[in-house]
């Protein structure tokens, strides 16, 4: 199922809402290790703009860059 973009962001990423917002990606990140074509299939979104909303949940500690191009929640 996809994620549902036409939700506000929630102010957890303190950026304001928009595409480059994490909160979509840190929604649906778990513990388990999932690629940034997973990611970007739940969200609905491309890859590249999957890739932005991840760099900036690493940058804000939100989210850690695995081996293999694999991601977890931080």
Not at 19 to 31: D, Q, R, T, Y
Not at 44 to 68: F, K, N, Y
Request: negative net charge.
């Amino acid at each position: 199922m996809a994620y549902d973009q036409t939700l506000p962001c929630d102010g957890a990423c303190g950026l304001p809402g928009g595409e480059s917002c994490p909160c979509a990606v840190i929604a649906i990140l778990n513990g388990e290790q999932q690629t940034v074509e997973a990611l970007a299939e739940q969200l609905g979104t491309s890859g590249s703009e999957t890739h932005v909303q991840l760099l900036h949940a690493e940058i804000m500690g939100l989210a850690r860059r695995l081996p293999g191009g694999m991601f977890v929640r931080a």
